[in-house]
């Protein structure tokens, strides 16, 4: 049981363009949600991340647009550049007494930027 | 700061045996946590720690043990390895205000391990 789910395994832009990665997910309980950026042979890195109380967050060329009733969170980088080709995890977590900050992970998404 | 640090980097095991991954942290998180990653796959939690002495059990706990004696060491033992295991492992930590709070979480580098 996928509860979250990036259902593109990869991605090719060309650098200066916008890349979208998307992310969907199953469980009503989540309501804080990061992305990570992992490069090959390193441990993931934090990017962004979004509270279920707002529908976007703004860091740099990084923004993530949360759309709650549609159970969707994308991450939007402008403009792209090669530097950002890497893959990227969407990560959902719930709030709560019990939650303890566990984090659930999509498969990730790889992204190609070509100069 | 070093943040999460993690050893070994690399192991190959034979089916039967043992060995604990080692993971420490120097920001005083109160949180840490072992995922594993199989190739194509998110991370999965193995089990999660939420402060000296207290552990619990993740999404795959099957095959592991943890302890944590320490606030900055949260090592996982396999005690028979077997080729399921074979994964990357990575250690995470994180302060969270409490136990409904929610934050970033740092990971490690990562382990590789191969059981053969």
């Known amino acids: 049981d996928q509860q979250v789910k990036q259902n593109s395994p990869s991605l090719s832009v060309q650098e200066g363009r916008i890349s979208i990665l998307n992310c969907d997910y199953t469980?009503?309980?989540?309501?804080?949600f990061l992305w990570y950026k992992k490069y090959p042979a390193e441990g993931p890195t934090f990017l962004i991340s979004?509270?279920?109380?707002?529908d976007k967050n703004e860091d740099g060329r990084f923004t993530v647009f949360l759309n709650k009733s549609a159970k969707h969170l994308s991450l939007h980088i402008v403009p792209s550049q090669p530097g950002d080709s890497a893959v990227y995890f969407c990560a959902a977590s719930a709030a709560g007494g019990t939650s303890y900050g566990k984090l659930t992970f999509g498969q990730g998404t790889i992204l190609t930027v070509h100069p | 700061n070093a943040g999460v640090t993690q050893t070994p980097k690399f192991r190959i095991l034979k089916i039967g045996q043992s060995m604990t991954l080692q993971c420490a942290q120097d920001?005083?998180?109160?949180?840490m946590y072992w995922y594993r990653q199989d190739p194509g796959m998110g991370l999965k939690l193995i089990y999660y720690s939420v402060g000296a002495g207290i552990t619990d059990k993740g999404e795959v706990p099957n095959g592991y043990n943890v302890s944590r004696s320490t606030t900055e060491d949260f090592p996982l033992r396999l005690e028979l390895a077997a080729p399921s295991q074979t994964s990357v492992y990575f250690c995470a930590s994180t302060r969270l205000a409490g136990v409904g709070g929610t934050d970033t979480q740092y990971f490690g580098p990562g382990t590789r391990l191969t059981v053969l």
């Open positions: 469980n009503s309980m989540f309501d804080y």
């Open positions: 920001m005083n998180h109160n949180y």
């Open positions: 979004i509270s279920s109380i707002k």
